[in-house]
């Protein structure tokens, strides 16, 4: 069964360009969660779609968007890049928010 | 609602026991264990729900103690292969969002 696959693997911005991140969830799988990861800070949740609609949504600025597919395939975008956007960013699927989460191998995003 | 583990990291020598906490301010639903190795992507090993205890392993087991609302991790004989970061994750009751906490460093030395 295939895992859940996120593209691109790595990016390189500059500041004030925008970007945008993909993930295909495991086959079955309605929701999916996206995560920064930065060194020391842990997965910080960004948010949540079940069947194509946002769930949840932690504490990052608007700049940070996404949305959810028919298939259940997920985009998150970022705007106007800033440095500290750097980060891995990590998506997993589940069957509902309290199953199991099946993390992707992430995208790393590098901003100069 | 972000969760606080403790320690932040840990040292042990293979074959030595390591104990990770994980506890909330708010009344806990479940609590997700998983362990992300360096480079790799984080992988689930177990959920503990209300009222109920879940072991995801044959040496790594967790507790759920619902009145304090924390969890542990126990890791048996550690062997090499436990060295990681482990998140716990949380469920808070009434919301349907799992947050996890800052992770702690586990390293296994020979």
């Known amino acids: 069964k295939a895992g859940v696959t996120q593209t691109p693997r790595y990016l390189i911005k500059t500041r004030g360009q925008q970007v945008t991140l993909s993930c295909s969830p495991i086959s079955g799988h309605r929701s999916v969660s996206w995560y920064q990861q930065t060194p020391g800070q842990g997965l910080q949740f960004l948010f949540e779609?079940?069947?194509?609609?946002?769930?949840n949504k932690g504490n990052f600025p608007g700049r940070f968007s996404g949305r959810q597919f028919s298939n259940s395939r997920s985009e998150m975008n970022v705007s106007t890049l800033e440095l500290g956007d750097s980060a891995l960013y990590l998506c997993?699927?589940?069957?509902?928010?309290?199953?199991?989460?099946?993390f992707g191998d992430g995208t790393r995003l590098s901003i100069l | 609602q972000q969760p606080v583990q403790s320690p932040q990291a840990v040292i042990l020598r293979e074959g030595e026991d390591a104990v990770i906490n994980c506890s909330s301010s708010?009344?806990?639903?479940?609590v997700h264990w998983y362990r992300q190795k360096h480079g790799e992507a984080p992988v689930f090993l177990m959920i503990l729900l209300k009222g109920g205890e879940q072991k995801g392993h044959e040496k790594i087991s967790a507790s759920f103690n619902e009145k304090k609302q924390q969890s542990s991790l126990y890791l048996t004989a550690s062997q090499l292969s436990y060295s990681g970061t482990y998140f716990c994750g949380t469920v808070i009751q009434g919301a349907q969002k799992l947050v996890f906490g800052q992770g702690t460093r586990l390293t296994i030395n020979p």
């Open positions: 997993a699927s589940s069957r509902d928010y309290n199953q199991p989460q099946h």
């Open positions: 779609y079940f069947s194509e609609t946002q769930r």
């Open positions: 708010k009344a806990l639903y479940s």
